[in-house]
């Protein structure tokens, strides 16, 4: 079989999206592309078609509606313009009416379709070839993936707005005449099932703009109306009226599913022929189940809906599965789908169908081994631990990874000799007197102190300068040469200007080692984050502070040193020159050598201030924006790993139970069996084994090493805190399902080894068997508990199903209204042990059904998944007004149309909200009813002789038969010797009101029967005469009777005078 699912605004979207969520979570791309499954998404907004919605992500791929699956019915179309051109829109007449007015009701139309049906209805008509054309193509590609195949149609939609509740009419009507028309048939070819949800009672307060709960009322109307307007010979067109042909060039025609002559005129009237069904029928639901159980979350509705179908379509046919297909296409209703025109006389012809029972509803429960949250549970709790090592790295022995920064001494981590000097932040490289880059290494100059080059050079110049006639000068000279020009080859400034101008890659590489020895520190969780920041905070600190310092201490404090030796240097010279010949060669040595020994320090100093002040000052101020840079990437880092422990946290949340269990509280899941979705496994346990993991140091420490490995792995930053973005949710999340998890799993097998203890890896039968293996009352009490609290989501009132309307067969639960069946769905087993448990829980699961409900169990022991046992609750064949919150629906729709009649217009999608059956059955007329219908006809048969006064026998009234040749005719007594007793006698006007009215028509169309229907003055005038003859008879009767009280009296006066408006209102027949 092949499958296509349609959905039609923002309720419709939610539930293909959650199927579409399960699909890809069940299949990889390479099995979906076999798989014949199509989607149809309508609505008129596009918020649904975001691809960066993270809830799309599944593990098989996003799920993200394609464009070409999706149908915008708003983008491209106008309401304004059809309004003001209506008669270029002839598709549409049907549905615009009388344009003034639904245009005054209708417009304006702002946001979707405004929760306004008349809109919704426009707004998808007016996009109908484009809808028509993409189902189509659906149902081409699904024919070449399942050849020859069943084609399950399933279209889901809500009423409470106005996109999906105005369009559901024509998307019901134009599919089925789609399949019609390419000669698709229900029986063999395909099936059309209904999904429609009815208002809440209680909607959230954003939700309702007016016309929530009525807009549901409409919609029900409408859907009623279309599944009781087929055609047969018999009922002609005394049926309703299907729905107006949007897809038809035939102005207002209506739809028309036959080919037996479709004149213009006929397709006007519409016809759907009785053996043709428009659907299979209506699924319709609610957020509230049998029991009461609501589920507020529309996310979480649309998803049960999904679950529910996912179930149809993937469901083996065995027995079970061939019983879901029946009761889902409606196909057990066989020949009870309708109920008939109570308040219709079927001795005047047969009567008509006036309320669909191709009604029906569902509920899902499962059972499950929450097998995956158990997984993602215990490995994001972990996970978020292993973060907190990341970022704090403060370990607690009894309660793990802390939260909270430790307590660390950046200062003295920073101020560490040997690793300044492995950071090259020593002020020998911040000088260039030791390498700092490889060029520096390459280029050979001398490294160390500055002295250690000056002092060999100036001891050279002086030995040169020694034997010259100026030899102070000289010194001076050779050393102002070697400073300009032979310092490292190319003089002091000119080498510290030519390393400035590459101060970036020196300030870059520093950082980048800083930077790498960190993160090398932090990869192998020796540092955390928060400290690494912190230290390079400090690092930015001292920078700035040392840049400070050069400007303000060193460089003015080498000045000083610098003029000083200069003015020794200078004296020395003086000493020599201001001195006689004789004196001047005593103390020549001695200034001289001290020339030399100042010269050294003099150049030394002026090479360390050339260096300050070219390149070191500048240097540090580059490598504090670098510190600062990488400061800011540290905080951006902090915070992702923030989110990424929010992200593990939420996560969490699919078990959230296990946050409220109290200490020592043992609880599993079967304490409340009401919810659709019961989560079966030992609370205790699971929170007992994370806690014994998350205080393991040994075991902690090896899944902390495996989520850092692979978030180091991820951020493929060559040993650098980059590439931030990397680190997505979807990366932890790999890491802690996939290697993380397999740890983790290692650690709960050596912690737990029976069986009986285990928290992962155990399928749910065996569950079971722990719990109730040997305990038979147990078992059968958990079997009984299961079925009782499996509701379907749609509450029924008992009293409706119970009432007993004329014209349809008897109410008879389980047989032809309220048909029921729950599903079961268990683990197939291959251990003996277990399958011999499951036999068990099967007999007790089909015994568990409450006698006289009409409902059957069905167990299936050949479920597929392991950890899950799954309840599908079916129901069908009943009414509308058997739904439980209808009287609520209707009060609202009424009470909008009294407030404003515009609102009969926007209500409803083609006509007015008159023109529509009642989806109540009408109560039996009272006798006081039923008496002013029949008294006025029983006067006119006593006044017309139909009813006489037996002289001869009984001396009783009753009905006159054919008079003889005599004028006689026998008197059927019906027991009064008063005519006026027998109005009052209830029973007498039940059993006899429609023969009186019989002979009384009779009677009067006698007396015109030779009339000429076209003789009009003829007809007055035997009118004229049979009145008189009808006040004779009656007045002396009633003059001879004399009913009193009065009150009786005027009753016969007012009966008199109805039957004298028949009388006088009678035309005879051609």
């Not at 699924?283 to 049998?290: A, E, P, V």
């Not at 520093?510 to 990869?523: D, H, N, Q, T």
Request: glycine letters at 8%; proline letters at 4%.
């Amino acid at each position: 079989m092949a499958d296509i699912l349609i959905g039609l605004g923002g309720t419709g979207g939610k539930i293909l999206k959650a199927f579409r969520q399960r699909l890809w979570t069940e299949f990889d791309s390479s099995q979906r592309k076999n798989l014949p499954i199509e989607f149809i998404y309508v609505d008129s907004d596009r918020a649904m078609l975001d691809a960066s919605d993270v809830s799309y992500q599944t593990i098989h791929g996003n799920c993200v509606f394609e464009t070409s699956e999706f149908v915008d019915i708003k983008t491209h179309s106008n309401i304004d313009a059809i309004f003001a051109n209506s008669k270029g829109y002839p598709r549409l007449m049907g549905v615009l009416g009388n344009v003034g007015a639904t245009q005054s009701a209708v417009c304006p139309i702002g946001a979707a379709a405004d929760q306004k049906r008349r809109a919704g209805r426009m707004l998808f008509a007016a996009n109908i070839d484009a809808y028509l054309s993409r189902l189509g193509r659906a149902v081409q590609d699904v024919q070449k993936k399942e050849v020859g195949g069943k084609i399950n149609l399933h279209l889901f939609c809500g009423l409470a707005g106005g996109t999906g509740s105005g369009s559901i009419i024509d998307a019901i009507v134009q599919t089925r005449k789609w399949m019609f028309e390419h000669n698709i048939s229900e029986k063999n070819g395909f099936s059309l099932t209904v999904f429609c949800q009815i208002p809440e009672a209680t909607p959230q307060p954003n939700w309702d703009t007016g016309r929530y709960k009525a807009n549901g009322y409409g919609a029900l109307l409408e859907l009623n109306n279309l599944f009781t307007s087929h055609y047969n010979m018999e009922w002609g067109t005394r049926v309703s009226t299907p729905p107006y042909d949007v897809s038809t060039n035939i102005e207002t025609g209506r739809i028309y599913l036959t080919y037996d002559n479709p004149t213009p005129q006929n397709v006007k009237n519409g016809n759907i022929p009785q053996e043709l069904n428009i659907a299979g029928g209506l699924i319709l639901y609610t957020n509230k189940n049998d029991f009461g159980y609501s589920v507020n979350n529309p996310i979480q509705l649309a998803g049960l809906v999904a679950d529910f179908v996912y179930s149809r379509i993937f469901s083996p046919m065995d027995q079970m599965g061939q019983e879901l297909g029946r009761f889902y296409t409606f196909e057990n209703l066989s020949n009870n789908r309708d109920e008939y025109d109570e308040t219709a006389d079927p001795e005047e012809g047969s009567p008509l169908p006036v309320r669909t029972r191709a009604i029906g509803s569902f509920g899902i429960k499962r059972i499950i081994v929450p097998e995956t949250e158990l997984q993602e549970h215990i490995a994001y709790t972990l996970g978020s631990s292993a973060l907190l090592q990341l970022k704090y790295n403060n370990w607690s022995n009894t309660s793990g990874y802390r939260e909270e920064a430790p307590s660390f001494d950046e200062v003295t981590y920073v101020r560490d000799p040997g690793r300044r000097g492995s950071w090259k932040l020593t002020p020998e490289h911040m000088r260039l007197k030791q390498y700092v880059i490889d060029s520096d290494d390459k280029e050979k100059w001398n490294t160390g102190d500055f002295a250690s080059y000056w002092n060999p050079c100036v001891d050279r110049w002086a030995e040169a300068a020694k034997g010259t006639q100026h030899p102070f000068d000289k010194l001076v000279d050779l050393c102002r040469g070697g400073y300009a020009e032979g310092f490292r080859s190319v003089g002091v400034e000119n080498f510290y200007r030519d390393k400035a101008r590459s101060l970036d890659t020196y300030a870059k590489q520093i950082a980048e080692g800083v930077e790498k020895y960190l993160f090398r520190e932090w990869s192998e969780g020796r540092l955390a984050l928060v400290s690494v920041r912190h230290i390079i905070s400090e690092l930015a600190k001292q920078m700035r502070e040392q840049a400070l310092e050069c400007s303000e201490i060193v460089i003015p404090n080498l000045d000083t040193k610098i003029n000083e030796f200069k003015g020794i240097i200078n004296q020395a010279k003086e000493d020599v020159l201001n001195t006689n010949i004789v004196k001047r060669q005593i103390i020549f040595g001695n200034r001289f050598e001290r020339a030399t020994h100042y010269a050294k320090m003099l150049y030394s100093d002026m090479t360390e201030r050339a260096a300050v002040e070219i390149f070191t000052k500048p240097l540090l101020e580059n490598l504090e924006q670098r510190f600062n840079d990488l400061n800011s990437r540290l905080i951006g880092f902090e915070g992702r790993f923030d989110e990424l422990y929010k992200f593990t946290k939420e996560r969490m949340t699919a078990l959230s139970d296990l946050e409220t269990l109290s200490d020592g509280e043992n609880r599993d899941g079967t304490e409340t069996l009401t919810d659709p979705i019961v989560k079966f496994y030992n609370r205790n346990r699971m929170k007992e084994l994370e806690r014994r993991l998350n205080g393991d140091h040994d075991r902690m420490g090896t899944i902390t090493d495996s989520v850092r490995s692979s978030i180091v792995d991820s951020l493929n930053s060559e040993g650098r805190f980059t590439n931030v973005t990397n680190l997505s949710n979807n990366t932890v999340s790999s890491a802690l399902l996939g290697q993380v998890f397999e740890t983790i799993r290692t650690f709960h097998n050596d912690l737990l080894v029976e069986r009986t203890e285990k928290v992962l890896d155990v399928p749910i039968l065996e569950r079971l068997q722990h719990k109730f293996g040997g305990n038979d009352m147990a078992l059968a009490k958990f079997a009984q508990d299961i079925i009782q609290a499996s509701g379907a989501f749609l509450e029924i009132n008992q009293n409706e199903i119970q009432l007993n309307n004329a014209n349809t067969p008897a109410p008879e639960v389980g047989k032809n209204i309220l048909l029921k069946r729950v599903l079961v769905t268990l683990p197939k087993a291959k251990d003996p042990a277990l399958m011999q448990f499951a036999d068990e829980l099967k007999r007790k699961l089909e015994g568990a059904i409450p006698g006289g409900s009409g409902a059957s169990v069905i167990v299936s022991t050949e479920g597929t998944r392991a950890n899950e046992i799954t309840l599908m609750i079916v129901e069908n064949g009943f009414p509308m007004r058997a739904i439980g919150s209808l009287p609520m629906l209707k009060a609202e729709f009424d009470r909008l149309i009294v407030s404003n009649p515009a609102n009969s217009i926007v209500l409803t999608s083609e006509g007015k909200a008159e023109d529509f059956r009642s989806l109540t059955a009408l109560p039996p007329k009272t006798p006081d009813q039923l008496r002013a219908e029949v008294m006025p006809y029983m006067m006119m048969a006593l006044g017309l002789g139909a009813i006489k006064f037996d002289t001869k026998s009984t001396e009783q009234w009753g009905a006159a038969g054919e008079e003889d040749i005599f004028g006689e005719s026998d008197i059927v007594s019906w027991g009064y010797s008063k005519f006026t007793d027998m109005a009052y006698d209830d029973r007498l006007i039940e059993e006899h009101g429609k023969e009186t009215i019989r002979i009384a028509r009779e009677a009067l169309a006698s007396r015109l029967q030779d009339v000429d229907p076209a003789a009009l003055k003829a007809i007055q005038d035997k009118l004229k005469e049979t009145d008189a003859e009808f006040m004779a008879t009656v007045g002396k009767v009633i003059k001879d009777e004399n009913p009193t009280p009065k009150s009786r009296y005027n009753d016969f006066v007012n009966w008199t005078m109805a039957a004298k408006k028949i009388i006088g209102e009678y035309r005879p027949q051609r």
